[in-house]
Structures are given as structure tokens and as C-alpha cells.
């Protein structure tokens, strides 16, 4: 009865490879979410979706596209994989109230 | 803009003590507040929120802060820490309507010692 879960959990890859990360939520929130959080631990907005549609895009690479099929869950799709991409990628949700739940993370390495 | 200030990257304190975690914040908008927790390995957990009515909230684990609106802060607090408290907390702001996301502080490493 997991609330916002990620797969995988950990994954290492080689530049220049393509990978994706999936989150689904069973909480029945609106808006789903995709943060990345850095070395030092800095947590930072990537992408929102609100009823499948993308309300917010930050300053990110072209390389990463996210999908979402539907309201449950929001996929993370990264084009040519690039050593600064390595980070922990976490999915969150939340219902119109701003308090939003959290997956557990992916913890991305590229080598 | 929305922006959050954590003073002290780490804090250290006595089992038993005081635990005091300062963020200060900046919003063009009327601001919801959140305190997380981030234990190791592990994902951010909800500790408490500030969403306009008390300014007094509690939270869980012993936790609570006070919103106070003239001093742009909104400080976390627990009477008496315990070893399990040790931890990275992060506390965020979201006031856009049209754009819900969080902008998070840079994190206060809290350590208890025995």
C-alpha cells in the first residue's frame, strides 16, 4: 500500500545511454511531480503535471523528457546520459493543499 | 520569486536538549510552509505545514514550528532530542497557486549525541 513509489531504486549506467524512471501514486492526487536532489543535497523542481499536463518546465536539458500516461504516474525518460546527471531523482504528489508526498528516490549513477 | 534561507548547514546537540532549526523565507505571496525530514537512504517525510491558519503547528514526532509573519521565519522546534531525530531537515515554500512547487532550503544536517 506503498503511497508514491520509483523504480528502480538504483541505477548505474554509462554515458551516452538512454534510461527511464517510473513513479506511480495511489493517493489519487492531481499533480505529480519530479525533483532532482544533487551532491551537496540541494533539492530542485523539474517538472509538474497536473491532470496529465505539464504546468511546469524548469531549466533542464531537452534530454530529459517526462511522460504521463495518466494521473497515477509520471515517467522519467534521459536521452544520452551525462555524468552531471548523477543525482538522487525523486517523484512526489499532492491534491491542492501544496503538501506533497514523496517517493523513495532513484539514486542515478552515470559512469 | 520564492526563496528559503536554512542558517547552519549542521547543528549539533545533546540527547535531551533543545532542538532549534532556523529557516527564513521570501515570498511575494501570502506562503505555505513545510518542514521534511530526510533520513538516510531514505525519502523526504513530512514533519509539518503552515497553510494560513495557526501559526503555532504541530507536527509529528515531537516537532513543531512557529509562523511568524514579521520575521519572515519559520523555525523548527523540539523540547527534548532523541537519538532518532538525527537526520537532514529541509524546510519549503509554495505560495504560486498556478504553480504548486515546492523551493526547498539547502538542508540542516542534525546530529545528536549521547
Known amino acids: 500500500d506503498t503511497a508514491v513509489s520509483q523504480t528502480p531504486k538504483y541505477l548505474v549506467t554509462q554515458m551516452g545511454n538512454d534510461k527511464s524512471i517510473k513513479c506511480e501514486q495511489n493517493l489519487g492526487h492531481d499533480t505529480m511531480y519530479w525533483y532532482k536532489q544533487d551532491s551537496k543535497k540541494f533539492l530542485k523542481i523539474m517538472f509538474s503535471?497536473?491532470?496529465?499536463?505539464?504546468?511546469i518546465n524548469e531549466t533542464v536539458p531537452n534530454r530529459f523528457s517526462p511522460k504521463s500516461p495518466d494521473k497515477a504516474h509520471l515517467n522519467l525518460h534521459i536521452n544520452s546520459l551525462e555524468l552531471g546527471d548523477s543525482a538522487v531523482y525523486f517523484c512526489?504528489?499532492?491534491?491542492?493543499?501544496?503538501?506533497?508526498?514523496f517517493g523513495p528516490g532513484t539514486r542515478l549513477t552515470v559512469t | 520569486a520564492q526563496s528559503v534561507t536554512q542558517l547552519g548547514s549542521h547543528v549539533s546537540v545533546s540527547e535531551g536538549a533543545l532542538v532549534l532549526l532556523r529557516c527564513n523565507y521570501s515570498s511575494s505571496v501570502p506562503p505555505y510552509l513545510f518542514w521534511y525530514v530526510q533520513y538516510p537512504n531514505q525519502g523526504l517525510q513530512l514533519l509539518l505545514k503552515?497553510?494560513?491558519?495557526?501559526?503555532l503547528v504541530k507536527g509529528i514526532n515531537g516537532f513543531e514550528a512557529e509562523f511568524k509573519k514579521s520575521e519572515t521565519s519559520f523555525h523548527l522546534t523540539k523540547p527534548s532530542a532523541h537519538m532518532s531525530d538525527a537526520a537532514e531537515y529541509f524546510c519549503a515554500v509554495s505560495g504560486d497557486t498556478g504553480r504548486r512547487a515546492l523551493t526547498f532550503g539547502s538542508g540542516t544536517r542534525l546530529q545528536v549525541q549521547p
Open positions: 503552515y497553510t494560513s491558519a495557526a501559526t
Open positions: 503535471y497536473n491532470n496529465k499536463e505539464l504546468i
Open positions: 512526489a504528489s499532492s491534491l491542492l493543499s501544496y503538501e506533497q508526498y
